[in-house]
């Protein structure tokens, strides 16, 4: 049976911000104390490769400083080749070689790629996409997540590698399906869609009062009636429903899979799955909840890294679970799948690296080792070429690896420190963009502005869920928060009125979360709070002039802010001489309890966004650990266990002089002479508490 009701109920009914079970899983790369803290390693099909080449590949494999291999993901023709007969000699063998080489293993379940003998005999468990087509063998992800008999498909491979791989002492995680994410509309799938509704909204006549069906006639008189879309012209409560049932679904399509694996496996394994960049299918926070350790694929697909945006994904991924994680994949080199596979330039791949260590990783796994004769990948970036022997790429990553093996011991039970929290809401983001008002008006590149100068400025950023302890954090950032429930804004007043200080951008608090609008004016149920409201909002397609303590230009969107207390403090207005929004207020903040809470109501430039973060960083005393750093450079604290670690990387092309703090000390890479090299990565110890 698929758990609609039971996932449900810890999920999100009306709204309640349930409470976030803390995991007993230890905060390193592997629960086994006698295996390496950090993971390095690669993805290796041996299925695809005769057996007397294996051991070269994993000898080849040690001579990179690899200490993990990951396996078996895709394989399931291989091991259940008929229905019901299962071949697992040759895993058997592989896993053996691979720890007779002292390699640590993360098998995969194989669940992404079904065996054309089961769609053949069983074409029901076909996804099905919107238009009514009906997937077909020759790909992966051809499966409907809503299909209980491809479940039982499912539960019973896991189990079966459960049983055999459970306590190899090899073995140290789990890694359930690749990347999920394409939703089906098969039949089952509309049946869990209505059984989805029931137990979210209980009555048909609840349905109907928040999704305000009166308009345009969509009434329901049963939830049979609800048809199943993501996309197109229908109500903005059903579409973002739609993004809670598949956040169900897939949560629950993973357990189905964890619970069966974790029937037989030693508890010190870790059971995860593979996630990917700012992937809309679901909510993450959600997903992760019932998983030890969250795991993703980090890619750089045009080669071109803009090293702060991809560091606000891995301190996303971070946040999922508010522990380290493990990066899965990530290119020796160049992908294959965008229009110019552009590979990285000498250096990066290593500075890549090193930049998820520095933001939580605590594995960094390549993908893959030796392209495939042939399938759809032959062009990626791999540590092999077709002859078997090294590409360019591997004295990098053999450099990179022995790096991290070497600081292994250092970067033990270390986590990144973060002062400042910024909030990221699948919901709002969701929500905006099914109604982006201004098509520019992009969620994720609005987070991601907001983050780049909190970053660069105070060299260390949380991202978190709306309901996660902020407690920790002076300042917390919420760049586009859409959808707030009254939960959530009692919370986050509680965090102001004890001292905090929060931060909302434009759009915030408008819509509940069934995406409706709060009857009263944004930031909706904190408008209170802040003693002001958002009088009128307006798509802009040319830039406005801003005035005030942070000057500048806004443009795409722009808020007028109307105070209703008399304390607001205005910190800029707009100057549009002869427009809505001449001389009305941009920003407005104000001083609650011992902390205070500001509305951000304009897209800001960078220039205006630099100064802005300025501001909150110093009102909420948070300094950086190395001032006045170029912009090119990267600087990453890890601490914990009586330990402080500081990471710098110069993602530039010229070498970079900048002061360290007191008492720092080199440990490896690149710093000679007060100098980080060009594409350089250093490592050194701290003394002493973070001011
Ligand atoms: C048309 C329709 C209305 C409404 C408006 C919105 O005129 O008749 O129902 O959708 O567009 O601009
Ligand atoms: C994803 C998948 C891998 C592979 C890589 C290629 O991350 O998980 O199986 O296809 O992309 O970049």
């Not at 987070?447 to 917390?476: H, K, W």
């Not at 960078?606 to 909420?620: F, G, N, R, V």
């Not at 000390?665 to 990565?681: E, I, K, M, Q, T």
């Amino acid at each position: 049976m698929i758990m609609i009701a039971a996932v449900l109920a810890s999920t999100m009914s009306a709204g309640a911000a349930a409470p976030r079970s803390p995991t007993a899983f230890p905060q390193r790369a592997t629960a086994f104390a006698d295996k390496p803290a950090i993971a390095v390693g690669v993805s290796w099909y041996p299925e695809q490769w005769p057996e007397d080449r294996w051991d070269k590949d994993l000898a080849m494999m040690k001579a990179t400083g690899f200490n993990t291999v990951r396996m078996a993901e895709f394989a399931w023709s291989r091991m259940e080749p008929e229905e019901g007969r299962f071949d697992f000699a040759w895993l058997d063998r592989a896993i053996a070689a691979a720890r007779a080489h002292g390699m640590m293993v993360v098998l995969g379940t194989p669940t992404a790629a079904p065996p054309a003998w089961l769609t053949q005999k069983y074409p029901d468990v076909l996804r099905v996409d919107e238009d009514g087509t009906r997937a077909g063998h020759g790909a992966r992800r051809q499966f409907s997540f809503a299909s209980q008999r491809y479940r039982d498909f499912c539960r019973q491979i896991a189990t079966e590698m459960a049983k055999r791989y459970g306590h190899n002492p090899a073995v140290v995680g789990w890694q359930i399906d690749n990347e999920v994410g394409p939703p089906s509309f098969d039949a089952e799938s509309v049946g869990a869609w209505h059984a989805f509704l029931k137990a979210r909204y209980g009555t048909i006549d609840e349905l109907n009062r928040r999704w305000a069906t009166q308009y345009w006639s969509q009434y329901y008189n049963d939830f049979d009636q609800v048809p199943l879309h993501a996309t197109g012209q229908q109500n903005p409560a059903l579409l973002l429903d739609f993004k809670h049932f598949t956040t169900v679904m897939w949560t629950d399509y993973i357990q189905n899979e964890a619970t069966a694996l974790r029937q037989a496996i030693d508890p010190r394994m870790f059971v995860t799955t593979n996630t990917m960049f700012w992937n809309a299918g679901f909510d993450h926070f959600r997903m992760h909840r019932d998983l030890d350790i969250a795991a993703w694929d980090n890619y750089i697909p045009d080669g071109r890294p803009d090293w702060v945006a991809n560091g606000a994904n891995h301190d996303l991924v971070r946040g999922y679970k508010q522990r380290n994680f493990w990066l899965m994949e990530t290119q020796p080199g160049r992908v294959d799948w965008v229009p110019v596979n552009r590979a990285l330039d000498p250096g990066q791949v290593r500075e890549m690296a090193w930049q998820a260590i520095g933001h939580g990783a605590d594995a960094v796994l390549y993908w893959q080792w030796r392209p495939a004769a042939n399938g759809q990948e032959t062009y990626h970036g791999a540590i092999l070429g077709q002859d078997g022997e090294f590409n360019p790429i591997q004295p990098e990553i053999a450099r990179t690896a022995a790096e991290l093996n070497k600081a292994a011991p250092l970067l033990a039970d270390t986590q990144p420190i973060a002062r400042v929290a910024m909030l990221f809401s699948y919901d709002s983001r969701w929500a905006i963009d099914l109604q982006r008002h201004n098509r520019d008006f992009d969620p994720v590149k609005a987070f991601t502005e907001f983050y780049r100068p909190l970053r660069t400025q105070s060299q260390g950023v949380a991202i978190l869920p709306v309901d996660a302890d902020l407690s920790r954090y002076p300042l917390v950032v919420a760049p586009d928060l859409n959808v707030l429930t009254a939960n959530e804004a009692q919370a986050l007043a509680r965090y102001v009125r004890a001292g905090g200080h929060l931060v909302l951008g434009p759009r915030s608090g408008m819509k509940d979360d069934a995406n409706a609008l709060w009857p009263q004016r944004q930031p909706g149920p904190l408008a209170d709070l802040l003693g002001a409201t958002v009088e009128q909002y307006y798509a802009l397609d040319q830039s406005v002039e801003i005035t005030g303590s942070v000057a500048g230009k806004a443009a795409i969107w722009a808020e007028t802010l109307a105070p209703t207390a008399s304390d607001v403090r205005t910190l800029a207005s707009y100057r549009d001489t002869g427009g809505w929004l001449d001389g009305k207020p941009a920003i407005v903040s104000r001083n609650v309890g011992r902390g205070s809470i500001t509305y951000v109501g304009a897209w800001l430039d960078t220039a205006a966004m630099a100064k802005l973060a300025a501001m909150l960083l110093a009102d909420a005393k948070i300094t950086p650990i190395v001032d006045g750093a170029d912009p090119d450079i990267e600087i990453a604290e890890r601490g914990g266990a009586g330990k402080r670690l500081l990471i710098a990387i110069n993602h530039g092309k010229v070498a970079q002089s900048f002061v360290l703090p007191a008492g720092a000390v080199p440990v490896s890479g690149d710093w000679a002479d007060g100098r980080l090299a060009a594409h350089g990565v250093a490592l050194f110890t701290l003394r002493g508490d973070r001011k």
